[in-house]
DNA sequence: ATTAGCACTTAATGTAGATTAAGAAAGTTA
DNA sequence: TAACTTTCTTAATCTACATTAAGTGCTAAT
């Protein structure tokens, strides 16, 4: 059972010898937690597709505060899109949290497969639609909604991470200090 | 000259056969300021591209306050992306700011044309991905800038913009009340 | 066992930006 | 031209969240 391709299933249907193509351009590598897959500055040269364990993609501003763009667990790609679609230094830090098994795809793999097998330009647009809804949706929350109420979007949306990423992080993924945090969950659980 | 083929011209080259089939799978149409071409609670049959004049798209919460995602202008397209893909009703109002002339695509073209010129997949294939890099951006702005800082990049990516929007829509873009926008802007002229 | 490091909490104080309200300016329609 | 609507400004007050700082508890390395 590969992952990966029960993910791309999901958008398109590949032939056998279509598969077999498709698996010979990634590679798989075990990676340990705390190890940086991608560093701001750098030119990003893959996407990231997790098998197991969990990622997160982070910036860090002038004040020395990080904050998280994305998680991504079992099923899920994480890269930096800037940095890989421009082939410019970004400004993204991509770092393991748990230890994971992850599958690489390069850049140039994967414009040849694109060539090679039109159906996963098709999966890619797919892919990156999805994408850009969610962050169109997550940037009009953070417009529109408290801290409490994105909070709330959070746990329902992803609950199966509030268990496994330290609260600090959910803190800054939803935009506010983890001292904030702290205080409004237990405001919120007194409710 | 038809600003649209310029546009995918920019990404991919269409044959002059594949052109002919393109704009006819489009409609061009004339619009009056203040139109709404989409609305909220409504299924999203269009992808719109501006031929001239200046459109919108909005949400508006519970308070009802507006929160602008987007602005598009000459060369630009716009649409409820989640509308649109999932063929359910959206939160987004898109509306005609000034006088405008449209080209709609409709949802069923849009795929026949994937089908038909597998190049216009790969056309609005890094159409999406650019949209999701500036969308990233935008949200990790939001969670780290200051609103000066929002608007200072706001004028420098959108200079053309700042003489024909509102302020008070503006405002509602970088995510601050018009009337501290206001107040912050005086503050910013006296430096 | 001891220390060091990190995640989390609590609390005092500070501030960016919201809210409310009122009036001035500018655009629109009759 | 006036009458109406909408945008913009100014100012007082308020609050959600940040900052700073100190302390607690857990894990992990020495």
Redesign the pocket.
Known sequence: MVLILDNIAKIVSLTEAEKELFLSKIETQPFKAKTILHNAGEICKHSYFVNSGLVRSFNIND?I?EHVLHFACEGWWIGDMYSLLSQKPGNLFIEVMEEAEIVLLSKENQEQLYFDIPKLERFFRILTENSLVAHQERLMDNLSL???ERFDKFCKRYPTLIQRV????IASYI????????????RMLKK
Chains 1, 2 share one sequence.
């Open positions: 004040n505060v408290s801290a409490e330290p609260q600090k992080q935009g506010v200090t983890p001292e904030f945090f702290s205080k409004m969950k237990s």
